[in-house]
DNA sequence: CTTTACTGACCGAGCGCTCATTCACTTTTT
DNA sequence: AAAAAGTGAATGAGCGCTCGGTCAGTAAAG
């Protein structure tokens, strides 16, 4: 199991178009994706997964060199679909104070949409081999730096006091894991407030934190 | 594997001194949760457990239905432990505003020395039987309730301004979570901050939430 | 156009193995 | 001697992964 180990990271196969390889990938990411959410990445089966992507086991293989490999397709895409939504909103958003309640708002939004996802990520991880575990915190950890870059602008621009940098690294990560907390605790808060009643409440929480000056 | 499921939880043997049935219990969760945190769930064997309890698989057997019987076991512990160190340092805290400061330090401090049981945790739980996951979450819902009796002692007394009962619960919620964020990015957080200067800032953030009137 | 040769995507039986669980037996306690 | 507690070899279900093989499609040769 996972011999070689220079390997970054892929193909495992004697197939040579690699359109047709990274079609076939995402396949099977997308396949496997909804079993993992469903059942866990471990109750899954490689036969389960081939069936789902509608071919056979073999087959499977020829595109993928272990089960661990389909886990880390499936958290690389989701993290992209989070990245690439979150970027979206930040470029529509613009600066300015309003700039960063938008930019909760929406991705406040997409940890709703995406809140499936986001659990599993939480969940699966461990299952991974340690590289690639790190890949997927350095991921994580990309698109908090997301949030850094909205602080830091509205800063330069004066809407905010000048916080230092840690307090601004601080806020980021607090926005990036109370998004997060509403996957983990929807089923409790979904029975008092709508997402957008949470949205609004950590809102004015966020911004109440960042308009005083941080003894850190 | 598992069909008695209307047993509601426990003891699958014939053995009958109920004292050392408890006592065998406890040990095997205090082995188990060690090499659970080592190795995750799945990758530790029920012999491995046996073995780092003391004795034989069939012995463990005698003292326990499954294997997820062992999880649900080491899950209720863990919170087990939690609560009673937030309700001893509650006790403590007296009321008043720097209660609530008090409590949170105490809090952080308990999350840093046990993280790695709070990472098991939000990373097993998938893995138990739906009744049982839904006993953890039950657990870890009242934890976040004794934050809210400290805040709602605090209001009482007018040391913060009349928070509504939603902003209330949001913050204890916040607590809880912000607590458990730094077991989960401690590895990045320990860079750049102690967690005394992590408590301080977060301290810092949760009481000027609770300072202004909430519009939720 | 027909035949032959070749390619590579796809298949799935089955290998090798792990691991939770059981139960006939032994040891210890009462 | 009876009951309780403890043992560990044996079981068999289930798993990830391999590999010899098929066959549609394309290219080369006639």
Not at 15 to 21: G, Y
Not at 149 to 169: F, K, Q, Y
Request: charge should be neutral.
């Amino acid at each position: 199991m996972m011999q070689d180990l220079n390997r970054t990271n892929d193909i495992p196969t004697q197939i040579k178009n690699p359109e047709l390889v990274e079609r076939r990938r995402r396949q099977i990411a997308q396949a496997a994706v909804k079993l993992f959410i469903k059942n866990g990445f471990h109750k899954t089966t490689t036969r389960q997964i081939a069936q789902a992507t509608g071919f056979s086991i073999g087959s499977l293989y020829e595109y993928v060199a272990s089960k661990e490999d389909i886990l880390y397709l499936v958290c690389d895409s989701i993290h992209t679909d989070v990245e690439r939504l979150v970027t979206d909103t930040m470029e529509k958003a613009g600066s300015g104070r309003d700039a960063l309640a938008k930019v909760i708002r929406e991705y406040f939004l997409v940890c709703d949409r995406m809140s499936d996802f986001i659990l599993l990520i939480y969940q699966e991880t461990r299952s991974l081999p340690p590289q690639w575990q790190k890949r997927v915190l350095e991921n994580e950890l990309r698109i908090t730096g997301l949030f850094v870059e909205v602080l830091a602008r509205i800063v330069e621009t004066g809407d905010l006091p000048n916080l230092n940098e840690h307090s601004i690294e601080l806020a980021a990560h607090n926005i990036s894991v109370l998004g997060h907390m509403w996957t983990f605790r929807r089923w409790f808060f979904g029975r008092h407030y709508t997402i957008d009643d949470y949205i609004r409440m950590q809102t004015d929480y966020i911004l109440s934190m960042c308009s005083r000056k941080n003894s850190g």
